[in-house]
């Protein structure tokens, strides 16, 4: 028999209800509990979970659909029973004002709000309010407990088409080591691209990698679609990694071929100073685009940027943002060692 309950469409009630949610919860025919936090925050404790915390956030961006809609599927899943959580599981529908509105942001980039950016200075906004409730509801879930392995999935879409459709940002490491098992993950799931952070920045990824010890990645999945345009065929292979390890206790990846992974170091961030920036390059080019030593990249009044030594990729590209803002970061092809993963 059909399980009729509000999380059959958690994504909808919370979209309608785009600032608070009143907390409920239910119990699966598993023996699992589902808490409801907030709207677009739920939490699922099966009745003995292995020893992996596992946090899903998707739509910190409002109109990146495509992982929202692999999370409603993810979702619709477990609230049928299709798929039986072993592992304790924080899903994340992050900003839902801007979901209703088909838009990025309502007032700031909520992924540059973290690690505490959002309490600075005298501003408040929606998105502010939304990152300091998110820090705390992670925190809640990855302190209810010791001991467990902590990872966290934070999936996005990217503004501009990318020479490699999909591809995670490692937060940055001051060990410089990165993990063997989550580097597993990304290629089981068919992502073989990996840019390295040069620096902490105020991201969802580097606040749970930070504060928590998680092992945390930003995941591009391609490019902005509205929703019901995205294939769901594109994110399948991760959808089934996901699966796989929140349902099976000892899932584990293939192990990792490191020199499979195309891997990218960032080297230099370009920061827009005025709103006289402009980049010297065409404002459509896909990320990853690479541009020879010595090559103009951008000017802003007397500043000019260009590119170092080595051939450098660009990745992010915006010159959109807000004075003071990343405009760009640009990176060179790397390697990983062994001495690099742990
Ligand atoms: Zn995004």
């Given at each position: 028999?059909m399980?009729?309950?509000p999380l059959?469409?958690?994504?909808?009630?919370?979209?309608?209800?785009?600032h608070?949610?009143a907390?409920?919860?239910e119990?699966?025919?598993?023996?699992?509990?589902?808490?409801?936090?907030?709207?677009?925050?739920?939490c699922?404790?099966?009745?003995?979970?292995?020893?992996?915390?596992?946090?899903?956030?998707?739509?910190?961006?409002g109109?990146?659909?495509?992982p929202?809609e692999?999370?409603?599927?993810?979702?619709?899943?477990?609230?049928?029973?299709?798929?039986?959580?072993?592992?304790?599981l924080?899903?994340?529908?992050?900003?839902?004002?801007?979901?209703?509105?088909?838009?990025?942001?309502?007032?700031?980039n909520?992924?540059?709000l973290?690690?505490?950016?959002?309490?600075?200075?005298?501003?408040?906004?929606?998105e502010?309010?939304?990152?300091?409730?998110l820090e705390?509801?992670?925190a809640?879930?990855?302190?209810?407990?010791?001991?467990?392995?902590?990872?966290?999935y934070?999936?996005?879409t990217?503004?501009?088409?990318?020479?490699?459709?999909?591809f995670?940002v490692?937060?940055?490491m001051?060990?410089?080591?990165?993990?063997?098992?989550?580097?597993?993950f990304?290629?089981?799931?068919?992502?073989?691209?990996l840019?390295?952070?040069?620096a902490?920045?105020?991201?969802?990824?580097?606040?749970?990698a930070?504060?928590?010890?998680a092992?945390?990645?930003?995941?591009?999945?391609g490019?902005?679609?509205?929703?019901?345009?995205?294939?769901?065929?594109?994110?399948?292979?991760?959808?089934?990694?996901?699966?796989?390890?929140?349902s099976?206790?000892?899932?584990q990846?293939?192990?990792?071929?490191?020199?499979?992974?195309?891997?990218f170091?960032v080297?230099?961030?370009?920061?827009?100073?005025?709103?006289?920036?402009?980049?010297?390059?065409?404002?459509?080019?896909?990320?990853?685009?690479d541009?020879?030593?010595?090559?103009l990249?951008?000017t802003?009044?007397?500043l000019?940027?260009?590119?170092?030594e080595?051939?450098?990729?660009?990745?992010?590209?915006n010159?959109?943002?807000?004075v003071?803002?990343?405009?760009?970061?640009?990176?060179?092809?790397?390697?990983?060692?062994d001495k690099m993963?742990?």
């Open positions: 028999m399980h009729t309950s059959n469409d958690f994504l909808a009630l919370s979209r309608a209800h785009p608070h949610l907390p409920f919860s119990s699966l025919p598993n023996g699992a509990h589902i808490q409801v936090w907030d709207t677009g925050v739920l699922i404790e099966p009745h003995t979970p292995g020893n992996k915390d596992i946090v899903i956030s998707c739509g910190i961006h109109n990146e659909t495509a929202i692999m999370c409603v599927r993810l979702l619709a899943d477990i609230v049928s029973g299709r798929l039986v959580c072993a592992q304790r924080l899903l994340i529908f992050g900003n839902l004002e801007s979901m209703n509105l088909a838009v990025r942001e309502i007032e700031e909520l992924n540059r973290f690690c505490g950016e959002h309490a600075k200075g005298k501003v408040r906004n929606k502010r309010e939304r990152a300091a409730k705390h509801y992670v809640r879930f990855y302190q209810a407990r010791s001991g467990a392995v902590r990872l966290h934070d999936l996005h990217a503004i501009r088409a990318s020479k490699y459709e999909q995670a490692y937060p940055y001051a060990s410089h080591r990165y993990s063997r098992d989550l580097l597993a990304l290629a089981a799931a068919d992502i073989n691209t840019l390295l952070s040069h902490p920045a105020p991201t969802f990824s580097c606040f749970s930070q504060q928590f010890g092992e945390s990645l930003t995941i591009e999945l490019k902005v679609m509205p929703f019901g345009q995205n294939e769901a065929g594109r994110l399948g292979q991760l959808q089934r990694c996901l699966s796989a390890e929140l099976l206790l000892n899932w990846p293939p192990a990792l071929k490191v020199a499979k992974m195309r891997v170091q080297t230099q961030e370009i920061t827009k100073q005025s709103t006289q920036f402009c980049f010297h390059f065409a404002e459509q080019v896909a990320n990853f685009s541009f020879a030593p010595g090559t990249l951008a802003d009044g007397a000019a940027w260009h590119v170092a080595y051939t450098e990729a660009v990745v992010f590209p010159a959109e943002v807000a003071g803002h990343r405009a760009a970061l640009m990176a060179v092809v790397t390697e990983l060692t993963l742990c």
